[in-house]
């Protein structure tokens, strides 16, 4: 007997047609609110930044946004005020040390590796050129721009109060707050995709997973090309790899009349950890082309320079006449490049796509002179060569990545050939090709040597000879020797 009496076990009723009334009703509101409120964006995967509808959800973004506007204000005054003290003296004093943005671990624009400074490959690795800080260089008074500037400011912060009275903008409208431009109108455009977000009742995907997959920074990064109205709409990933993350993007309107942006972008993202970077050092390491500005780089402009390198090794390519994608802008670790494929669905791999025998030989001599043109015009190996990074698009193979391409008298350049001759003859002797060198005659064909070991093992051992005779010459001159190439120097190839 329970203490506590009997235990009221009366059920509360409920029908069945209850139950099936209440979902009834359920669905009819869903139904409802969706016609009222429809979803932006059809697509499963939306687009996480556009022009219009940026989102800056988690206010970091503005905040970093106002903040690196803040600190190149602060810049640009110290500098100045530096200017000011020091006058026409002999002696100087510097304030370098009290400056916000500091070259080493900001985005400041000197520091930007851009499509501006790096437009020479280089062939000699020289000093890397700054570029002249923005606005305030130059001789003359810098009055004018000052001037300008605080007017602007101020207009902008007093057109704050019209966002919508939800909005918070905080107190900084009493104070003498002077936004500029830039900032103003993330702010407006920020007030605005706020408004039509409380609109949405049912908002659960704040953030994409393509979101999320890249850093802060890389974002801000993004957000600016859209918002220069370079870039219309990124739409989401492409691909997630351990180096890199692609995404596909609409293209926008050059600043530039001479330079058209292609309709459908590829952006290549390469990953700011640096510990996936380690294995690649040998690659750029040895590259005399980046050999003088390797040790006096910081990790993080390492990486720019692999994308740096993916850029000059798409304009070769493309200058060769290599079906490859075209370059559209390269700002710090993030390359935009033109997209193969169509309407967001990107080029099969070739290790996707099954291809008719007809197809699969032509594919494979289109190869084959691509290699030769790669070698001999381009002055390259790509190093990376398989059917995971050729595109099969427009009835023709496409050539992708190429960030670790290096030039056939790179200390391993020539193994790293051979493995490139390995991948496509294997994959075209399984895929039926009868006529595919095999990867000893196809390393002769592509390179002109001739190395005569029938076996894998005597091939590699000549070829590993033949990289330290380079190597040699290259301790005793001091200078890289052309041996490779059959006809003489290197071209130089003007970008
Ligand atoms: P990773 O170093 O990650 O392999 P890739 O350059 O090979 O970098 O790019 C990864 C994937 O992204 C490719 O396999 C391809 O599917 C896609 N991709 C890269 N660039 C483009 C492009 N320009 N157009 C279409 N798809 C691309
Ligand atoms: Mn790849």
């Known amino acids: 007997q329970c203490p506590w009496g009997a235990p009221n076990t009366t059920a509360i009723s409920c029908s069945l047609a ?13 139904e409802e609110e969706n016609a009222a409120f429809p979803e932006v964006v059809a697509v499963a995967e939306g687009p996480f930044i556009t022009g219009e509808n940026t989102d800056t959800s988690s206010d970091l973004m503005l905040a970093q946004m106002l903040q690196m506007e803040f600190d190149r204000e602060y810049d640009a005054q110290l500098r100045r005020e530096e200017k000011k003290i020091n006058g026409d003296s002999k002696v100087s004093i510097s304030f370098e040390n009290y400056r916000k943005v500091h070259p080493y671990d900001s985005d400041s624009s000197e520091d930007e ?14 000093k890397p050129t700054t570029t002249p800080r923005r606005g305030f260089i130059g001789k003359g008074k810098d009055i004018t ?48 995709s706020e408004e039509r977000r409380s609109a949405r009742l049912h908002e659960k995907k704040e953030h994409s ?78 590259d005399y082309r980046f050999k003088d500005r390797f040790s006096k780089l910081n990790p993080r402009k390492i990486i720019r320079m692999w994308a740096e390198k993916e850029m000059h090794n798409l304009t ?13 802008i390269l700002k710090k670790h993030v390359l935009v490049m033109s997209f193969i494929g169509q309407d967001q669905v990107p080029a099969p791999k070739l ?26 015009e381009c002055n390259l190996v790509h190093a990376d060569l398989s059917e995971y990074n050729m595109l099969w698009h427009d009835g023709k193979v496409w050539l992708i990545d190429v960030s670790q391409s290096v030039e056939p ?34 390393f002769n064909a592509i390179s002109g040597l001739n190395i005569t070991a029938d076996n894998e093992v005597d091939f590699q051992a000549e070829i590993e000879a033949l990289e330290k005779m380079n190597e040699d010459h290259v301790q005793n001159h001091g200078k890289k020797l052309s041996m490779f190439s059959s006809d003489g120097d290197p071209p130089i190839y003007d970008e």
């Open 18 to 30: 209850d139950v099936m009334s209440e979902q009834l009703a359920k669905e009819l509101q869903l």
């Open 113 to 126: 590796v851009d499509w501006q400074d790096t437009r020479h490959d280089p062939y000699r690795a020289d």
């Open 145 to 192: 721009t000052k001037h300008d500037e605080v007017v602007c400011g101020r207009k902008n912060t007093a057109r704050m109060e019209n966002f919508a009275p939800e909005f918070q903008v905080g107190d900084g409208i009493g104070m003498d707050l002077k936004l500029s431009n830039q900032v103003f109108n993330a702010l407006k455009q920020h007030a605005y």
């Open 209 to 286: 997973t393509a979101e999320k997959a890249v850093d802060p920074k890389t974002r801000l990064l993004l957000y600016k090309m859209v918002n220069a109205g370079m870039l219309e709409t990124i739409t989401g990933c492409i691909s997630t790899g351990k180096e890199s993350v692609v995404f596909h993007a609409y293209g926008g309107k050059s600043a530039t009349e001479d330079k058209v942006i292609p309709p459908e972008c590829a952006i290549k993202v390469f990953k700011t950890t640096l510990n996936e970077f380690k294995n690649r050092d040998k690659y750029i390491k040895d």
């Open 316 to 328: 070769r390519m493309q200058n060769a006449g290599i079906p490859c994608p075209q370059v559209v």
């Open 351 to 376: 290790k996707d796509v099954t291809l008719s025998s007809e197809d699969m030989k032509k594919a494979y001599y289109q190869i084959l002179n691509m290699m030769q043109q790669l070698y001999n």
């Open 409 to 442: 008298t790179h200390p391993h350049g020539l193994e790293f050939l051979f493995r490139d001759c390995r991948n496509v003859s294997q994959f075209f002797q399984k895929g039926g090709v009868a006529e595919a060198l095999n990867e000893r005659e196809l």
